[in-house]
């Protein structure tokens, strides 16, 4: 409900900036495209922004939340497995964040009405948002497992997020102060920044492309054209593989075993 | 039969439970008993198969968890001693969750609700938000879920701590009634008079090890036979006292009261005997017996937070002050 709200406000300021530039073309009496494009890219770059925020809050205390009400234990003496709790868990999280990813896409088919981008490119930059999405719910869905309480996996699921966005970014800016031009083979961890396929095909579609290769270019790195060129489509793979990787991390944590003690718990 | 072989459980470094062994018989109900800390919760967490012992083992009719989680887990009703709620569920639907999470759907889901809200008196609950029943309800609902599969097999965690007497009295006679149909009964509780109205079996545990085991009766008895002759004299009480200092079968004497508190080594032939000479030394004697034990007073001597230790505390071989 939360997110369909600020999706609804996102909406407002999408139509009320729409309104402001055709106000102004009829003033000026000349076209000005490149403003809608301005605007969808901030519209569905908020809206991204606002999905991944919101997304921890779906599962960072599915577990640790059971665990802290007693139902944890009455789950694991049902026919359940440790494996359809976490997958099963993930999976509701995913459909509802995905129900409320495509009520986004009005406020990002407004600007659209003067042409520019196709409504399949819009809905394809909205799938683009959900590997992104599966990797934040299964990261958060691990510091369930691995937190005593909901507070402590909310927190952690939120330091993992920010680790993840802004993180991946910060290191290879960091390192580029150590590298020579074209050497920050540090660059490359972008690949794991949820951001990069959204921005990828944002950037592609308003004809920005070369602005993937400008932000190689700022970090002193100077990737191989095919990487440059599937940029979103390894990192979409990327995600998913670390995603699933976490959400294996999170049935182990779940399951008996003889071994217990050695368990991730904070 | 459940068989639990030299289960160990650490904690970090803090051992839960060492070398825990018991052997539960099937139709039985076994009470578990032990003070706070004791690993009771812990053992009966690894008996249903939520978690896995760090050694030792846990078999049902010799399956381990390890062999078959989903047969084995299908054998064992578990009512845990915090009660597990989904707030936003109603009463029937929380039990239709659980039974689609056993394997139950649609009508046979229903039925079963139906069957086991009536049995435990929840039918007009069934519409009731979880949130909103008291603490006896809900830990009828629980033994309600308990019964979903119709496991033979249930373990009851403290299932009548905080519950009001009326409530307590139904949950034992519904306790008493399926271990009346066969079923294998396991119940940890503090409430030693419970355990002892009801069980069949006992294990008291502290520390993480079984410091005594086997039918209620047979622990009964073999403490009682320990405990102290309390013998009341209508007069002469000095008198008698020195004539007990001089029997050789009298360990110790101890007075509480107006009562001579004998600690005394021999049989009942022997108890006799005492009697009779007590009598024949013309000493008058107006109660002559053995003190009774309580489940109480040997979960207190066990677990050595007894006080009845001091009460042997004027020896025989002491000068009498």
Do not use: W
């Not at chain 1, 390894?234 to 593989?241: G, N, P, T, V």
Request: glycine letters at 8%.
């Amino acid at each position: 409900m939360m997110i369909i709200g600020l999706n609804t406000l996102l909406f407002i300021v999408s139509l009320l900036g729409s309104f402001g530039i055709v106000n102004g073309m009829e003033q000026s009496s000349e076209a000005m495209y490149g403003r809608f494009l301005r605007i969808y890219e901030l519209t569905a770059f908020c809206e991204y922004i606002l999905i991944l925020l919101i997304t921890p809050l779906f599962t960072a205390s599915s577990i640790s939340g059971e665990r802290e009400t007693g139902t944890l234990d009455l789950l694991m003496t049902t026919y359940l497995t440790p494996a359809n709790i976490i997958i099963e868990k993930i999976t509701a999280a995913f459909l509802s964040i995905s129900a409320a990813v495509m009520s986004g896409l009005p406020a990002l088919l407004i600007p659209l009405m003067f042409g520019g981008v196709s409504i399949a490119g819009v809905i394809g930059l909205l799938v683009s948002f959900l590997p992104g999405v599966f990797l934040v719910l299964a990261v958060s869905i691990f510091a369930s497992t691995a937190c005593r309480s909901v507070t402590k996996s909310i927190a952690v699921s939120y330091a993992a997020l920010i680790m993840m966005t802004a993180g991946f970014l910060v290191l290879p800016v960091f390192t580029r102060i150590f590298s020579s031009p074209g050497e920050n083979r540090f660059a490359y961890i972008l690949a794991l920044d949820p951001l990069l396929p959204a921005a990828s095909m944002l950037f592609s579609q308003a004809g920005e492309a070369r602005n993937i290769r400008l932000l190689f270019d700022f970090l002193k790195f100077d990737p191989d054209t095919a990487f440059l060129n599937h940029a979103a489509l390894i990192s979409i793979i990327l995600q998913i593989a670390e995603g699933v990787g976490f959400a294996i991390l999170a049935v182990l944590n779940i399951t008996p075993s003889r071994s217990g003690s050695k368990r991730i718990l904070f | 039969m459940i068989r639990v072989d030299g289960v160990k459980k650490f904690y970090g470094h803090f051992c839960a439970l060492d070398s825990l062994s018991l052997k539960i018989s099937d139709g039985s109900l076994f009470g578990f008993v032990g003070p706070n800390g004791a690993g009771k919760t812990t053992a009966i967490k690894i008996m249903t198969g939520i978690i896995y012992p760090d050694e030792g083992s846990v078999t049902i009719d010799d399956m381990r968890p390890e062999d078959d989680l989903i047969k084995y887990k299908s054998m064992i009703g578990y009512v845990p001693d915090a009660f597990g709620i989904y707030n936003n569920l109603k009463v029937s639907e929380y039990m239709e969750f659980f039974a689609a999470c056993l394997g139950l759907h649609g009508m046979e889901s229903r039925k079963k609700t139906e069957q086991l809200l009536e049995y435990v008196d929840l039918s007009d609950r069934a519409d009731f938000y979880v949130e909103a029943l008291s603490r006896g309800m809900k830990q009828k609902l629980a033994l309600a879920r308990a019964l979903i599969n119709d496991p033979p097999i249930l373990i009851m965690d403290e299932p009548t701590s905080g519950l009001d007497p009326r409530t307590r009295y139904e949950f034992k006679q519904m306790v008493g009634e399926l271990s009346d149909r066969g079923k294998t009964i396991i119940i940890s509780s503090h409430i030693l008079s419970d355990i002892s109205e009801l069980c069949t079996d006992i294990a008291i545990i502290d520390q993480g090890s079984v410091v005594m085991s086997g039918r209620l009766m047979d622990v009964m008895k073999l403490v009682t036979a320990e405990n102290p002759i309390i013998i009341t004299m209508a007069g002469k009480t000095m008198q008698a006292i020195k004539f007990l200092r001089e029997d050789d079968t009298v360990k110790s004497i101890a007075i509480k009261g107006n009562d001579i508190m004998v600690n005394f080594a021999g049989s009942s032939k022997d108890e006799a005997g005492l009697l009779k000479r007590l009598v024949d030394a013309g000493l008058p004697v107006r109660s002559f017996s053995r003190e009774k034990g309580s489940l109480e007073s040997i979960f207190m001597q066990l677990t050595g937070h007894g006080e009845e230790h001091t009460i042997l505390s004027y020896d025989a071989t002491e000068p009498d002050n």
